[in-house]
């Protein structure tokens, strides 16, 4: 796991990458830019200034602002996902605006065409862009291949009735989809097909069987009969790449990470750590919140708790905590190096809310999880890893201490949470044979760059 790549050869190609700008959606896109750049690609990332990675982390990439450059336009004030980004996403000069930006960019340097333009699924408008300027554009998915079938699935979903069952139906299973159960479905988060997040997600699926191709951060072995039906539904290429394999994604950190936390982490015992995180947006009320401070102490296992500033809705901080919160066995940070945590030898299981890339970087790193997925595609990864590929427990019912010590005994300490992970352990090894010469993420790079070399 490095973080500055190295390149050895040219391919004269220039690659154009447009991140959707939340951290979960930054890091794996620029994940994907060190690679490629690796392999020899030269890299132009197109950003906007809300949420703007860190530039100075990259100076061998070129940066343009794009989208949200006028600080007069009111639209670009606000900075959740709902309000935000529905003003690029739907209005026709976000795509004015991209297509006078990408005819700049072809016209430069004629003797290093661009081979495409790589792009967040959820930029969905830049497909009919790309298509005007005779540009291939691939997409980036960020999410799981399951979850994307779900997502394609929502007005079949929709049709059936799912999204107005009341809750007496909660625990039932999804025929169409066996694995999951009714609640699973309904935190996704939408009410019925109409919705501008399902219509986001239409929109995004729609655009992305229109890509060039798609491009996965995951692998073959943890999604396999998932592939075959991406496969089978999007008439376009895919590749699986695990990221978190190839690369550290510290360097595109919006927030400070508190290195100290592996000093800490030095001075336990093998295993013996939870590492707590619920991503970079998701919030829990108060009484959660102190369900959870609870839950964590009355486990009496060590464990290290990232609580973000703006976690706790109405908080700053930890004000809601009592003074002897969090203990001797206990740490507190901010914000931590994920991925370096989940590395250590210390760090026996992760608590976490299912995104994506946490949850991809905790297979990576071969630790078991606890799942407590708050919306979106959450639901349906955390029910994936804990009752497909059995490496976690799904922590069903919201946060309660009982529950939640209980869980986190079933991983750390139970006979149960043994088997957890050594199942964790050979995915884990799956996936570092995946990398190999002829293994299957390995195949899937080399094919991708061939693939892009021969626009
Ligand atoms: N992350 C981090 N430090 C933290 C918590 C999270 O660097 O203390 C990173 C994590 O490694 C992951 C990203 O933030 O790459 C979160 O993405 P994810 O898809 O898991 O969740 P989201 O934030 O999009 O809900």
């Not at 209005?91 to 072809?106: P, S």
């Not at 298509?131 to 997502?151: A, C, E, M, Q």
């Not at 060039?212 to 072995?221: L, V």
């Not at 995946?434 to 693939?451: H, Q």
Request: charged share 25%; with cysteine; glycine share 4%.
């Amino acid at each position: 796991m490095g973080s500055k790549p190295e390149t050895s050869i040219s391919h004269n190609l220039r690659i154009i990458l447009f991140p959707f700008p939340f951290q979960g959606h930054i890091n794996p896109m620029l994940q994907l830019a060190n690679l490629l750049y690796s392999k020899g690609f030269s890299i132009t990332i197109l950003h906007t200034n809300f949420n703007a990675p860190k530039i100075s982390n990259y100076p061998h990439f070129t940066f343009i602002s794009i989208l949200d450059n006028d600080p007069e336009d009111k639209r670009f004030s606000k900075s959740s996902l709902i309000d935000f980004a529905p003003n690029f996403i739907f209005k026709q000069d976000g795509a004015d605006v991209l297509r006078k930006e990408l005819e700049l960019l072809l016209a430069l340097e004629k003797d290093k065409p661009v081979s495409c333009l790589i792009t967040d699924a959820f930029w969905h408008f830049t497909q009919s862009v790309a298509d005007s300027l005779n540009l291939p554009r691939l997409v980036l998915r960020t999410s799981s291949l399951y979850s994307t079938i779900i997502f394609s699935s929502i007005p079949l979903l929709d049709d059936r009735g799912y999204f107005t069952l009341d809750d007496s139906h909660l625990e039932e299973q999804v025929s169409e989809f066996p694995l999951l159960k009714v609640k699973d479905i309904l935190k996704i988060g939408i009410k019925s097909n109409k919705d501008p997040y399902a219509e986001l997600l239409s929109d995004m699926i729609k655009q992305t069987k229109a890509s060039s191709g798609i491009i996965w951060n995951s692998f073959n072995e943890l999604e396999e009969t998932e592939l075959e039906r991406i496969q089978h539904e999007f008439p376009v290429q895919s590749f699986l790449i695990p990221f978190p394999k190839y690369l550290t994604s510290s360097l595109s950190s919006l927030l400070d990470q508190d290195q100290t936390v592996i000093h800490w982490l030095d001075q336990q015992s093998t295993e013996s750590v939870l590492y707590v995180s619920f991503g970079s947006i998701s919030q829990v009320n108060e009484k959660e919140f102190l369900e959870i401070a609870h839950g964590l102490v009355n486990s009496k296992q060590p464990f290290l708790w990232v609580v973000r500033p703006g976690f706790v809705k109405g908080s700053t901080w930890l004000e809601s905590l009592p003074d002897e919160f969090p203990g001797e066995k206990g740490r507190v940070v901010k914000w931590a190096p994920q991925q370096e945590v989940l590395a250590h030898e210390a760090t026996g299981a992760f608590w976490t809310h299912s995104g994506w890339n946490s949850t991809l970087e905790s297979v990576c790193e071969g630790v078991a999880m606890i799942c407590s997925p708050f919306r979106g595609d959450q639901s349906l990864d955390a029910r994936y890893i804990s009752d497909a590929v059995r490496v976690g427990v799904y922590l069903e019912n919201g946060f309660q201490r009982e529950e939640i010590s209980g869980a986190i005994n079933r991983v750390m300490v139970d006979e149960e949470g043994k088997e957890i992970r050594e199942r964790v352990r050979v995915l884990k090894q799956k996936a570092d044979v995946s990398l190999m010469k002829s293994g299957s993420s390995y195949e899937s790079l080399e094919s991708l760059i061939d693939y892009m070399c021969s626009f």
